[in-house]
DNA sequence: CCCATTATGTTCGATAGAGAACATACTGAA
DNA sequence: TTCAGTATGTTCTCTATCGAACATAATGGG
């Protein structure tokens, strides 16, 4: 299978179920900003990541937002809306170019509650996600900035297979519902460190190693629940 | 139905459905701090609550923890666990003394892998609870704790019926992941303020009305997605 | 090659909350 | 009724983070 259209919850399907669903299914490119879910709106389409990262973020009235989620070839965009019709809070986009192989929701919708082993392998991704969501919704509330960057950048190159991405720090603020100045100040004490290089929204994973003792004890509890193999 | 055995989920089944279920089903009492689940560990049985409030919490290595959901009558407490075998970061214990209908969760999950309708109204839950989880992940890093406390006592307020309950402010930090000391001051506030009182782990509101505005806008959005009725 | 744009760096004052220490007051068991 | 235990009230210091303001520097389109 080319890299490209490789996800990892397609992989794992028989292969028959998965001949399937590839033929039923459109690989697009996946630039930055590609808005895939936004806050009370029915999906179009489902997105099983082959390359790239979708952020899902929970956005406050008043613009602040934070990290809910985090999406790599591992899993697709819009599992919990296969799961009932309430409306979810969460907007999902494109954080990390890529690629996905898309499939129009209802008809995926149809596939699962037809073919009880995909039913199966979604509820699997929900269940990872929602743990490691849990775990995510308390290191919010209790770990400090420099950590969480530090868990965030690794959570990222996790998914992009890369020490090398782009992320401005403004957007990184964002994401761990800080201010940028604190993401600056956090950023630039991990690169003082020789952890990481930040240069004009271009990071680069220095010492992946220390790293991890710079993330929060969150990070290997999220990577175990995202990344074991079955 | 009398009122001790009555929840949302089971009431919702068709008649026939839920007979089966509660004939296999046992009423228990759950005084406060009953532990249902702990972290890694497979819950032995599934209990839908029928009153009183379960807590589920994250905690860190610490030992600090923070709030990631809330059950009361409307749901119950191990759904989660039914979609797959990952181990759950997540601990729950009563915290509101109540009582639950309870049933082996190996029982459950062949029943509900067996029969759709149980299926789909227990993937509903798992949807609103989920909803609802992205939505307090982000309240717990964005919202202060005054804010807070007022949101978690109204959620408290809706599952138990009764503006009248027992918590401790020791309790009520661990759950909005903040110290004993900011809990008092920002109990001693509401108080000042006429809108709740507080007594040595009693705690009535005294007006639901002003709560509102004092809370977060996070609780009128959890509140529609854990009480709407579908 | 230049400039507008965008991203980062830096500083400063203000503040929410942590954490410790101690005082007070309620409660229930003996 | 008394006392030990427990819950709340209060104060203080300390620190992380915010938010605003401004400086600097890289980038890419013309």
């Known amino acids: 299978m080319p890299r490209t259209s490789s996800n990892s919850i397609l992989d794992h399907l028989p292969a028959a179920l998965r001949k399937s669903l590839l033929s039923r299914m459109e690989l697009v490119d996946l630039p930055v900003n590609t808005m895939l879910l936004r806050p009370g709106v029915p999906p179009e389409f ?25 999406i790599g070839k591992e899993g697709f965009v819009e599992a919990m809306h296969l799961l009932g019709s309430a409306n979810s809070p969460t907007t999902a986009f494109i954080q990390v170019e890529g690629s996905a192989l898309r499939i129009p ?32 919704a308390a ?6 900035i420099e950590e ?10 996790d998914r992009v297979d890369s020490p ?6 403004e957007f990184l603020a964002s994401m761990l519902g800080a201010s940028r100045t604190s993401v ?3 950023a630039g004490s991990l690169q003082r460190s020789g952890l990481i290089e930040y ?3 271009h990071i680069r994973i220095l010492d992946a190693e220390k790293l991890l003792t710079a ?16």
């Not at 990541?49 to 008043?62: F, L, P, R």
């Not at 073919?115 to 392998?121: A, D, E, K, Q, S």
């Not at 868990?151 to 990222?156: E, I, K, N, T």
Request: charged letters at 25%; proline letters at 2%; hydrophobic letters at 45%.
């Open 148 to 157: 969480r960057l530090a868990r965030w950048v690794l959570m990222v190159q």
């Open 184 to 186: 600056t100040l956090a």
């Open 105 to 136: 929701f209802k008809e995926l919708e149809k596939e699962v509650f037809a073919t009880p082993v995909l039913l199966r392998r979604v509820l699997e991704f929900v269940q990872r996600h929602n743990f490691a969501l849990t775990q995510l």
């Open 164 to 169: 090398k991405f782009d992320l401005t720090q």
């Open 215 to 230: 993330a929060c004890e969150c990070y290997p509890i999220v990577r175990d629940l995202t990344h074991d193999d079955r």
């Open 139 to 144: 290191c919010n509330g209790l770990h400090e």
């Open 46 to 70: 489902a997105h099983f990541m082959t390359s790239g990262i979708t952020s899902v973020v929970t956005y406050m009235a008043n613009g602040a937002g934070a990290e809910v989620g985090l």
């Open 199 to 201: 240069k004009r929204g």
